[in-house]
């Protein structure tokens, strides 16, 4: 059963510190994204890759946040230095392209992060 | 892309038929309407994706008027389990590679 996993599933840390956040796309898959969804302002979408390329990044803080996807296999979120208006949760999801009807996108468990 | 409007709630007993309608006022030609599934704690899981007249898989149904500005997620005999999040969305065509852009979705709580 082919699932998209996401690491750390929590992760607690003083505002300043760097954030790592990683991400596995279901083999196959070309497409990746990054959301944040917080009770305030709901599920965001922050970027996404497709092919490893970057498509769209604008739903992301430029000054503190980054995103790459080193190989097919992996997608990483960082956030230097992060502040506590960045606790959330981070989802990852990922899609293949001729799916049909179906279209559907895969998303992880997700990583909760409590910036103290 | 077309912005779309939920209940935030809904109430609901088990075994009942639940159904939220959403609507999609400015809906365009290529686009299509797709429903997510979120529990807590759990990232969103696909439902069922239509663009006309009525959809059906094993989890709902989808039923779309002519005019697509509005749709229906139709849940048979709903469970406490089937408590979660829905939320509507309406996207391009072309596979699941097009980005998603959530709005506040319909809570639904299935008491006993």
């Known amino acids: 059963d082919a699932r998209v996993t996401q690491t750390p599933r929590h992760k607690v840390t003083e505002m300043g510190q760097e954030v790592t956040m990683r991400c596995q796309p279901i083999?196959?898959?070309?497409?990746v994204f990054w959301y944040r969804q917080t009770m305030m302002q709901g599920l965001e979408l922050l970027a996404y890759?497709?092919?490893?390329?970057?498509?769209?990044d604008s739903g992301m803080p430029k000054d503190r946040f980054s995103a790459e996807m080193p190989d097919a296999t992996l997608a990483t979120l960082k956030i230097q230095p992060s502040e506590p208006r960045d606790s959330a949760v981070y989802f990852c999801?990922?899609?293949?392209?001729?799916?049909?009807?179906?279209?559907?996108?895969?998303f992880g468990p997700g990583t909760r992060l409590t910036v103290l | 892309l077309a912005k779309t409007t939920q209940p935030i709630s809904m109430d609901s007993y088990e075994g009942q038929e639940v159904n939220i309608t959403c609507s999609h006022n400015?809906?365009?030609?290529?686009?299509?309407i797709t429903w997510y599934q979120q529990f807590p704690s759990q990232g969103p899981r696909f439902i069922i994706q239509?663009?006309?007249t009525k959809v059906t898989n094993e989890v709902a149904s989808l039923f779309i008027p002519a005019d697509r500005k509005s749709s229906t997620l139709s849940l048979p005999r709903v469970s406490l389990s089937d408590t979660a999040v829905y939320y509507c969305?309406?996207?391009?065509?072309?596979?699941?590679?097009?980005?998603?852009?959530f709005g506040t979705g319909t809570l639904l709580a299935v008491q006993p």
């Open positions: 999801a990922s899609g293949e392209p001729g799916q049909g009807a179906r279209n559907e996108q895969f």
């Open positions: 083999l196959g898959h070309n497409t």
């Open positions: 890759f497709r092919n490893r390329a970057p498509l769209d």
């Open positions: 400015n809906i365009a030609t290529n686009d299509y």
């Open positions: 239509g663009y006309k």
């Open positions: 969305l309406v996207r391009k065509y072309g596979g699941a590679t097009n980005k998603l852009i």
